[in-house]
């Protein structure tokens, strides 16, 4: 069974002292081993300090963005060597926000979770279609060639080291949630997609988690769905005790 993992994308919010307080505190209501996994992604100003705080424990730090060079004359950009040496384990990489606010697209996304697994870190690859695909019955196709072109020419090796995080766009901020059986359809989809590329055994251990409005109030029913093995949290990771609920969700 695919591990459940929670991680917190905190986005442009936390300074750095708010940043410290709030893994202090999580660390603290998670000192023993748990059965799942927990991740925190702070903003650029805040993973060196925080990552010295979560060395040895469980929860690991993400980063919510890089750059697809190792180095150069990019001015405001971040690499994967110098996340690495700041603490991180996971980057974020694809999310609906960058695709939209910032005109990331497929091919860029690509360079980027390959720069990433070269590096060693863990790439969340988001992926999901906006309302009006949505509406216009487009979901499965902008799913399909989001995986096809995100993921081209990785080796199959490296497949398993990727987390995908579907996350419609039309729910993330919202308050609009997809239902626990429309995530599925869509998680299950990812899975089967997935199974063409790696095989349907690797497919199966695959962290595939959702994210898009989600709250301690329905992370319980996402999770009683088969193809959902956690939760990628925004708004809901800003406040301690509501991330701490969340990561505590009930087992199915």
Known sequence: MTRPLIAANWKMHKTVRESTDFMEGLIKAFAQPTDRDIVVAPPFTAIHAVSKIARGTAVGIAAQNMFWEKEGAYTGEISAPMLVEAGCEYVIIGHSERRRCFGEDDPGINRKIKKALEFGLRPIFCLGESLEEREGGKTFPVIERQIREGLNNIPTNDIERIIIAYEPVWAIGTGKTATPDQAEQAHFFIRTEM??????????????????????ANIGGLMAEPDINGALVGGASLDLESFIRIVRFDRP
Do not use: D, H, Q, T
């Open 195 to 216: 199974a063409k590329i790696c095989g349907k055994e690797m497919a199966s251990r695959l962290a595939i988690i959702y994210g898009g409005s989600v709250s301690p």
